[in-house]
């Protein structure tokens, strides 16, 4: 059984930082992209940051400079290093697993609430 269990959210005040963790068991790590996404109240799932096994990170424009992604295929977990967080990155974050060939294969956490308020 595939589990993909975020962590590391929480409240935040604007400019501060927060790392998510994304833990994926019961799937080969290696043959799977890793991506963030969130969701704020009120808005569609938006991709936010992905990285597959080799090759290039990406990142939607609003995020870059600010977030970093990565993964440590040895502990089958993704991170997603937060800074100068703003109110609009409020939003619940779910991180997503896709198989690098067969796309239909991914799976998804439960998600973790990311607020951004003074």
């Known amino acids: 059984q595939v589990q993909v269990v975020e962590s590391g959210g929480g409240l935040v005040q604007p400019g501060g930082s927060l790392r998510l963790s994304c833990v994926v068991s019961?799937?080969?790590?290696?043959?799977?992209?890793i991506n963030w996404y969130r969701q704020a109240p009120g808005k569609q799932r938006e991709l936010v940051a992905g990285?597959?096994?080799?090759?290039?990170?990406n990142y939607i424009d609003s995020v870059k400079g600010r977030f970093a992604i990565s993964r440590d295929n040895a502990e089958s977990a993704a991170y997603l290093q937060m800074y100068s967080l703003n109110p609009e990155d409020t939003a619940v974050y779910y991180c997503?697993?896709?198989?690098?060939?067969?796309?239909?294969?991914?799976?998804w956490g439960q998600g973790t609430q990311v607020t951004v308020s003074s």
């Open positions: 997503n697993a896709r198989h690098t060939r067969f796309r239909a294969s991914e799976y």
């Open positions: 019961g799937i080969i790590f290696s043959y799977y992209d």
């Open positions: 990285i597959p096994n080799s090759g290039s990170s």
